[in-house]
């Protein structure tokens, strides 16, 4: 394996898709909306991925997808879960990292990691949008208030509100009836951002949360809620540069290792016949 060696991973989530191009660290990633032509879209990411690094597909040494959809990756020469990729690529770039809590739209997860970097548990919601990012974009949308601001507005509250119901359904309805009756947009977007840390919270201390904390998935974006998970784990958080692409980090620097353990065992790179039909990326 030379300088030039390039590992692309793919990470096809429920909302987003994400592409990194790994050499000596990330040259290139990119960020598209999971849609329904899922191996349309992951040939779209890896294309804009491979124009962003300036190399050609050929160039690629091995490629790994991951995520829910990552069976719809045909390039990908194998697969691995999200929970395995998400843990490679946090330790990779927070090595004392021990929990790992991940937002995405439509799941949350936690994993537990001991001091070699092992996955030692996980745990994952029932896919329920009151325990997910979807709650906060219902929420968003009932307030009228911009998906990318409701964060900092609900760090504006003086007297957070109290959200009863965990069903997003029906917390819906309770907030709009709030909103009627006067209650500020901040107090309310504070106890919704309270309510589902809450929910997380429970969930991830299953695992006996220890530091270091590393949030990731699009939740880790909202300032609010990683001030309500951080207050109510009792754990200052930590946040990557761009927490939507560990997993598909983690997947190139899968790649990155399989092709180094092959050279060291002097074994064939078994690599599959990579499959471009929708998009042509060469």
């Not at 992951?42 to 597909?57: D, G, P």
């Not at 390039?75 to 490679?88: P, R, S, V, Y």
């Not at 930590?238 to 692409?245: A, D, G, N, Y």
């Not at 990155?256 to 050279?263: G, L, N, P, S, V």
Request: aromatic share 4%; charged share 25%; with cysteine.
């Amino acid at each position: 394996m030379t300088l030039t060696s390039y590992f692309a991973g793919i990470d096809v989530g429920s909302t987003m898709t994400k592409a990194v191009i790994l050499n000596q660290g990330i040259i290139a990633s990119i960020i598209g909306p999971t849609g329904p032509e899922q191996r349309r879209l992951a040939n779209k990411v890896m294309e804009e991925a491979l124009k962003k690094a300036a190399i050609s597909f050929k160039a690629i040494t091995y490629i790994v997808s991951t995520g829910y959809g990552r069976i719809n990756v045909p390039f990908a020469d194998k697969q691995f879960t999200e929970i395995t990729c998400h843990a490679k690529g946090i330790i990779h770039l927070f090595p004392k990292a021990r929990t790992i809590i991940d937002i995405g739209g439509q799941d949350v997860k936690g994993i537990k990691i001991d001091a070699s970097g092992k996955i030692v548990d996980f745990v994952m919601n029932d896919k329920c949008a009151a325990g997910s990012g979807r709650f906060i974009e219902v929420i968003a949308d009932t307030l009228g208030v911009p998906l990318d601001m409701v964060g900092d507005r609900s760090l504006q509250s003086k007297n957070p509100a109290k959200i009863s119901n965990i069903c997003t359904i029906w917390a819906q309805q309770e907030v709009a009836a709030s909103l009627a009756q006067g209650m500020p947009i901040s107090d309310l977007l504070a106890g919704v951002h309270s309510s589902l840390a809450d929910r997380i919270c429970r969930m991830v201390n299953r695992l006996r949360v220890e530091d270091v904390v590393v949030v990731t998935g699009g939740g880790a974006k909202n300032r609010g809620l990683l001030k309500a998970l951080s207050q109510q784990l009792g754990h200052e958080v930590l946040v990557p540069e761009e927490p939507l692409i560990t997993g598909a980090l983690g997947a190139a620097l899968i790649g990155k290792e399989i092709t180094e353990q092959a050279k060291k065992d002097k074994t064939p790179l078994e690599t599959k016949e990579r499959v471009l039909e929708e998009v042509k990326i060469l």
